[in-house]
């Protein structure tokens, strides 16, 4: 018979990053449970240390990692692959504004503790950083191409995926405030990065960073024969008729796109899980009114 495994109830009214995180190791604390008043889970921190159910022996291991993108609302989306690969069980790595170089020692160390079969990296948003008119060279990204390449020849078993945004070139140069709405409608709300300042300056330089970082992505994975699972070219908004539809703000998307993101992480690593049943492709999420 297991042993009783005690977890700590947080209300998720009273939910803040202080509550999970360990500010000694930087990762998640585990066996923590975060419940509406209501009593119903919201989501929970395993006792591997993942945002996520209990582990399950059953299935191999595979690990999304990365920043308040990957975090998510709730459960968030990782969760959703189960259903699409039954086989494997898919656990939530996601620190809400970790620095990617934090992400990779979090998944470094995580792998040396335990068997993972598959890690899907999101180098993620942070830290993102205004650059001087004069500067052509973000530092924020001086050391991605070294630190990708040595945490890829670690974790061979590893896919990345390139930062999804909001913004496209079509708008890069529009006053975009018009857009924000700032009432806690899950289907209408848009700002553009939280209570951060926003101007057109800062926009394009936004995107540019995010443009910048996954062509490094792209470029160190090119060169080692690793993955890439293309999310800024799936939710490419210059295809859609409102750029806000599948996002809430300019990086982070939104509850109703999580089962596209889902299906497109699934559909860009079906053959490395070997035949597995799949569910019907999502249905399109419907652009806020």
């Not at 969760?79 to 699409?84: H, S, T, V, Y």
């Not at 040595?150 to 909001?166: D, G, K, R, S």
């Not at 409102?242 to 703000?249: A, I, Y």
Request: charged letters at 25%.
């Amino acid at each position: 018979m297991p042993p009783t495994r005690f977890k700590t109830v947080h209300l998720v009214s009273d939910f803040n990053k202080s509550l999970y995180l360990d500010r000694q190791s930087l990762a998640f604390r585990p066996n923590l449970v975060f419940i509406e008043p209501s009593g119903e889970i919201v989501f929970q921190i395993n006792e591997i240390g993942l945002k996520g159910d209990d582990r399950d022996g059953a299935r191999k291991l595979a690990v999304v990692w990365g920043d308040s993108v990957v975090f998510g609302i709730g459960q968030g989306w990782p969760c959703l692959l189960d259903e699409l690969a039954p086989g494997y069980q898919f656990l939530n790595g996601g620190i809400e504004g970790d620095h990617y170089v934090n992400i990779l020692r979090r998944a470094s160390a995580f792998n040396r503790r335990h068997q993972v079969a598959l890690n899907l990296l999101m180098l993620g948003w942070h830290p993102f950083q205004r650059i001087p008119r004069r500067w052509t060279r973000r530092p924020a990204n001086r050391n991605l191409r070294s630190d990708l390449a040595t945490f890829l020849e670690q974790a061979p078993n590893t896919v990345v995926i390139t930062m999804p945004t909001a913004l496209n070139r079509k708008i890069l140069k529009e006053d975009l405030s018009f857009s924000f709405v700032t009432e806690h409608d899950p289907d209408r709300y848009f700002t553009f990065y939280g209570v951060a300042k926003y101007s057109i300056d800062i926009q394009r330089e936004t995107f540019d960073y995010i443009v910048e970082r996954n062509a490094i992505a792209r470029e160190v994975c090119a060169s080692r024969n690793v993955r890439v699972v293309d999310l800024f070219e799936a939710l490419n908004t210059e295809r859609v008729s409102d750029f806000r539809r599948d996002f809430m703000d300019v990086v982070h998307p939104r509850i109703s796109a999580y089962p596209a993101i889902a299906w497109a992480l699934y559909d860009g690593i079906a053959d490395l899980l070997g035949p597995t049943p799949i569910a019907a492709s999502p249905p399109e999420p419907e652009t806020p009114s």
